[in-house]
């Protein structure tokens, strides 16, 4: 070897191991820098003709390890998904049956109960019957108020799930320009390990969002896609877009259906994928997105059922004259029920539950306006054929139309009392049950019921669960009000007739029965219960059943939060460590390159040295 080439090698080597020196300080000053990946310099041999002539630094590339970022991106989003769940379950659970708030459902209730059974006890005393109608309004004001904090609660959702999309969007303008940097600098063979950091940190940003897939291309340059596989970015970013909505209601809905949805909804446009409905594809399963919308059309929804459930079912077992049926037995030995059917009205309702040749049936008639039909799911059993009977026709032609809907049965009708009864002993034909519910006409129709509450929505106030030819419970809760005839006067209270003695007790003693004994079938919507096995209670154990309910919820949300928490955190650990920076490491990598610079040093100095020996010569 020649001393030119001596000389060339060491200073190759010297640059060599000036490279590698900075990349080590760099390393250094950055330890414990967030989102700083280790960088690290390879040098490979620089060979012509079969000998080596030289050193080369690579290009610096960075230390990670892509498998466990992987996993940390699909933790992070479900980490996001569980944490917001958990949260906005615990707020739920407060506001309903935190056992420390005095205002919640069960205390109120409680409240209500002792103040009627103190009435009860008493009803001459005038200062019972202000307490007792006071606690009646305090259910009334508390259900609203509970039904608009879970309004509240679900316009935070669509407020979050608007914000979520802007921040998407800006995370995808950002990865697109700095993917671009990526695949500049790698075409120009320069280190890309800085830029990279950054898109990193971008995407894993977008990952809490909404679970992602993010793949590798040519130059560096990466893909991202969502779970459900649409395409986010490749190149160029996708644009998301989210058309929020306002004053969020009980009765706003998410749909397929863009003519029925009152509820924003994420769509996607560019890369192919124009005006791509992502939540009706199913594209958001983790992340906070998800989280938003999973609370915004779903548990907050049910939450709002319950509260929409119970205030029906306590203005029925309170208001209602439900009639649970009077088993008779004719001439011919044919068994079945008599039930009163007087002022059946819109809203009123008829049950008959009868098995023919073992086949079970069930049906419930149902007071309309010109007879529109209900929907099916207008009761909470599932087997039920709901049949609507124009309430505003004679009393006799009522009786008729619904005689006339059962031709397996035998009926007969003696003034306002429908009887149905079987085919006789051996006949295959049996009556179960034969049951109604009719609202009570006025505060003293002589009856111990009592219209007690009434929907604010409607022109009269009057709530029977079906008026002007649909549905009023969506959002009953929010409309509930004490009569204000009885809050005027809570003589009403007792007085079921102009000439019931103060003394009599009948009305809030069968108030008080109806409220803790009645028993109703509720809608499985309020995630009480089953479609196929519904929940049957009383009134005061349904109450029981949400809080409950949204106790076991909120528990079961934290559990699995702090699990994910766990699991992410271990990979948050494993995945700082695959790229962070250990100082002593570095330190021996450090006096490594010093000893080669100092060889490489030692071999200019001798060069220089044979060199000024040759001209002295």
């Known amino acids: 070897m020649g001393i030119g ?201 977008l990952a809490k969002l909404m679970d992602i897939r993010v793949e590798e291309q040519d130059f560096g340059a990466v893909a991202i896609y969502t779970g459900a596989g649409q395409l986010l970015f490749d190149d160029r970013a996708a644009t998301l877009s989210f058309d929020e909505r306002g004053g969020v209601s009980p009765q706003s809905t998410w749909s397929l259906d863009p003519d029925e949805r009152s509820l924003g909804t994420v769509t996607l446009t560019g890369l192919g994928s124009d005006g791509v409905d992502l939540f009706a594809s199913g594209a958001f399963r983790t992340g906070s997105i998800a989280a938003h919308k999973q609370l915004r059309d779903e548990t907050l929804v049910a939450a709002q059922a319950q509260l929409d459930e119970l205030a029906e079912k306590l203005t029925f077992a309170l208001g209602n004259r439900n009639d649970p049926g009077t088993a008779v037995t004719d001439d011919l030995g044919r068994e079945g029920f008599s039930v009163d059917l007087s002022n059946f009205a819109e809203g009123s309702t008829l049950s008959v539950r009868y098995t023919v040749d073992g086949e079970t049936r069930s049906v419930t008639f149902v007071g309309t306006k010109d007879g529109v039909t209900p929907d099916p799911d207008f009761t909470a059993d599932p087997n039920d054929t709901v049949i609507g009977i124009d309430s505003t026709q004679s009393i006799d032609d009522i009786m008729a139309a619904i005689a006339g809907a059962m031709p397996d049965v035998a009926a007969e009708v003696d003034g306002t009392t429908l009887s149905v009864f079987d085919d006789g002993p051996d006949g295959g034909t049996s009556i179960g049950e034969a049951r109604a519910s009719i609202p009570s006409p006025s505060l003293q129709s002589g009856d111990a019921t009592l219209p007690l509450f009434i929907d604010t929505g409607t022109a009269d106030g009057f709530y029977s669960g079906f008026n002007e030819g649909r549905s009023q419970k969506a959002g009953y809760a929010q409309r509930i009000a004490l009569n204000p005839e009885v809050k005027a006067d809570p003589a009403y209270l007792v007085k079921m ?121």
Do not use: C, H
């Open 5 to 205: 080439s001596a000389l060339n090698i060491a200073l190759m080597g010297l640059k060599s191991t000036q490279s590698g020196l900075e990349v080590t300080a760099g390393n250094v000053a950055n330890a414990g820098s967030t989102g700083y990946s280790r960088r690290v310099q390879t040098t490979s041999a620089q060979v012509a003709l079969g000998e080596t002539i030289g050193v080369k630094a690579d290009v610096v590339k960075r230390e990670l390890n892509l498998y466990v970022q992987k996993q940390w991106r699909t933790s992070a989003a479900s980490a996001e998904y569980a944490t917001i769940r958990a949260d906005a379950l615990d707020r739920l659970d407060q506001m309903i049956g935190g056992p420390n708030n005095v205002n919640s459902l069960d205390s109120v209730f409680n409240g209500f109960k002792q103040a009627m059974e103190t009435l009860a006890t008493s009803p001459e005393d005038r200062a019972s019957r202000i307490e007792a109608a006071a606690a009646a309004e305090t259910v009334a004001t508390r259900l609203r108020s509970l039904s608009t904090d879970v309004q509240t609660l679900r316009q935070d959702a669509e407020t979050s799930i608007s914000a979520d999309v802007a921040e998407a969007n800006n995370l995808l303008q950002q990865i697109s320009k700095l993917d671009s940097q990526v695949v500049a600098l790698g075409a120009g063979n320069q280190s890309t390990a800085g830029v990279m950091d950054q898109r990193d940190a971008a995407i894993d940003s």
């Open 497 to 617: 007739a102009a000439d019931t003695p103060a003394s009599d007790n009948t009305r809030p003693r069968t108030m008080v029965d109806a409220f803790t004994s009645l028993t109703f079938t509720f809608s499985p919507d309020t995630g009480v219960g089953s479609i196929s096995s519904p929940f049957s209670g009383s009134t005061e154990q349904f109450i029981r059943q949400i809080v409950s309910t949204q106790g076991s919820a909120a528990e079961n949300a934290k559990a699995v939060k702090e699990g994910q928490d766990i699991v992410t955190a271990n990979l948050a650990d494993r995945y700082d460590g695959s790229r962070e920076v250990d100082l002593d490491n570095e330190m021996a990598q450090l006096i490594e390159l010093q000893t080669a610079y100092q060889a490489n040093a030692r071999v200019l100095a001798a060069a220089r040295e044979m060199l000024n020996s040759l001209m002295q010569i």
